[in-house]
């Protein structure tokens, strides 16, 4: 750890010391609770540093990349601080990914150690990774030759794997003083973590980031006023950014409890809400949206929500934002991505309603938002859309082993190219409005497919909605609308189409409708929409030429 100079208006500090330095403010105060299971801050740091020893015997060096594949629970935390305390480079892993993209992410990191699960649910992660590299003598040639150890959280002993409890053992043949040498070599500027994107298209890539974070965690905190007094309830993944700088680490620089599940399932979420009478709720629109349905079905206490974040801006979560609102509070928008953390750009305590729902945030102290046309590379004036590019102390740097990947996103001037559209509002705001990528061009005009989305949306015999492209020789492409129904509802393309005829201009309504149980989800709740392509052109005749 490096102590702060005199100059440094912001103490540089480590991920892996935070359990330490918030034992050290909080000690015996509860800092989590886990399926009815508590532990303390000093109970969380002791546990940090028993799995940081235990990896120390097992011969995890400095810079060794550490992949970690298991659902949300406290050894998630123990071993995600630990491997960082010792300066090695955590690599989480995204628990709905399987064996082919787990096998991509392990070699593309140069994953050294696995640590994982045996199980989640009904997901057998073990059997998984010997399909990969055999762990207990198994035949078959090991498709990751760089995995030296896999250590599995779970009771069954296999001849090549270390369980949990060996290497809480194994811990004792480590002093205190060897992990604190490990600790204090460690820069803040040193890599700590790669955070893999969500691979909506291509292949995913690794984020690598330092210790940076810590100051964003903080920034945040302060500006949603989060202190010990407050409970984070928190069902989002920790795979993610979102959950693991809104729980994992906001707890430990702000000494809020945390309450966390395994995974999100909104009835019992708003039942540890109320019982657990949770102050801080965070999510995408898709949760919320599943909150404030699940609270109409049956009501529960909510009233000790104090705010949160729902990213906000597009089109679609606009009425999902303001229901949210109307029911938990203040919540307020914000702006991030993998490349530079959750919070580029939020909101206040005191935004308004209107700039909490329609808008993304302001942009936060230390970074720089810009939109630009993307053919010119010109900024648009205030209010049109265009590119948004972002500048600030959180960019990433760079993917990993991805030189050409990581020039085409940081230009010579350090701006991230995001890929996403937004405008720059006269009240200083950012609003997100999608992926470039997303857009459609039908007949020379631009269509929102979110616009068209919450449109159709406000019928009531449609749950979701998602719209996207399908390639046309007359216009370039039309809209695709894959629609889920309501529940007990009965819905027809020609009901669909004949509630957007004469309502909304007539190359914004959708070609096609074709109706799905289910979208094809990512991780942090967005649908998969290159998915949803490739799937219109499975279901639709092929366009004439």
């Known amino acids: 750890m490096v102590a702060a100079r ?3 208006w912001f103490e540089k500090v480590t991920i892996g010391t935070l359990p330490e330095r918030a034992a050290r403010r909080w000690g015996t105060r509860e800092a989590l609770c886990f399926q009815g299971r508590r532990s303390t801050f000093c109970e969380i740091a002791a546990g940090v540093d028993r799995v940081a020893r235990g990896l120390i015997a097992l011969g995890v060096a400095q810079g060794d990349k550490v992949a970690l594949w298991m659902l949300n629970r406290p050894e ?6 630990a491997v960082m305390k010792i300066g090695a480079v955590l690599v989480p892993v995204n628990t709905r990914l399987r064996t082919h993209d787990v096998g991509y992410i392990l070699a593309q990191s140069h994953a050294t150690t696995l640590i994982l699960a045996e199980r989640g649910g009904p997901v057998d992660y073990l059997a998984m990774v010997r399909e990969l590299a ?7 040639a090991s498709r990751l030759p760089g995995l030296r150890r896999v250590l599995l959280l779970g009771e069954a002993r296999r001849p090549a794997t270390v369980v949990w409890a060996d290497l809480l053992e194994r811990a004792d043949e480590v002093d205190e003083r060897t992990l604190g040498a490990r600790a204090a070599a460690v820069s803040p500027e040193d890599l700590a973590f790669l955070m893999y994107t969500s691979g909506t298209t291509g292949v995913p890539k690794g984020a690598m980031h330092a210790h940076r974070l810590v100051r964003n965690v903080t920034d945040r905190a302060f500006r949603l006023a989060i202190t010990e007094q407050d409970v984070i309830l928190m069902y989002l993944p920790f795979f993610h950014l979102f959950a693991f700088s809104e729980g994992m680490l906001a707890s430990m620089v702000t000494g809020a409890r945390q309450v966390l599940t395994e995974t999100f399932e909104a009835a019992e979420s708003l039942e540890l809400l109320a019982g657990e009478r949770a102050t801080v ?3 995408f629109d898709t949760h919320f949206k599943e909150l404030c349905a699940a609270h109409a079905r049956q009501p529960r206490e909510v009233s000790s929500v104090r705010t949160g974040i729902l990213a906000a801006g597009m089109s679609s979560s606009v009425p999902v934002a303001r229901r949210a609102r109307a029911l938990f509070g203040p919540l307020v928008s914000g702006y991030g991505m993998s490349e530079f953390g959750v919070g580029a750009a939020i909101g206040a305590l005191d935004s308004t309603e209107e700039q909490s729902c329609e808008a993304s945030g302001y942009p936060a102290p230390g970074y720089e938002i810009r939109v630009v046309d993307p053919a010119s590379g010109r ?3 205030t209010g049109a859309p265009g590119e948004i590019l972002v500048r600030g102390y959180t960019l990433m740097l760079g993917y990993h082993d991805e030189p050409e990947a ?6 010579a001037d350090g701006w991230m190219h995001t890929g996403d559209m937004g405008l720059l509002r006269p009240d200083g705001h950012l609003r997100f409005m999608g992926r470039y ?3 459609l061009k039908i007949g020379g005009e631009n269509v929102d497919p979110m616009e068209v989305e919450a449109y159709l949306m406000s019928h009531p015999g449609i749950d979701s909605a998602a719209v996207v492209s399908y390639p046309d020789a007359r216009l370039s492409e039309v809209g695709v609308a894959f629609v889920r129904r309501a529940p007990g ?11 957007c005829r004469g309502r909304i201009a007539s190359f914004k309504i959708p070609r096609h409708v074709l109706f799905v149980d289910d979208f094809p989800m990512t991780s942090s709740g967005k649908i998969q929409k290159v998915r949803l392509r490739e799937e219109a052109l499975r279901r639709l005749p092929p366009p004439r030429p």
């Open 6 to 8: 005199s100059s440094d």
């Open 76 to 81: 998630w935390i123990e071993a995600a601080f």
């Open 134 to 140: 055999p762990v207990d003598g198994a035949p078959g």
């Open 281 to 283: 709720l965070h999510g």
């Open 379 to 381: 900024d648009q004036p």
């Open 406 to 411: 990581t020039a085409a996103a940081i230009d």
């Open 437 to 439: 990528k997303d857009m």
């Open 489 to 499: 509802r009965t819905l027809t393309e020609d009901d669909v189409l004949a509630h």
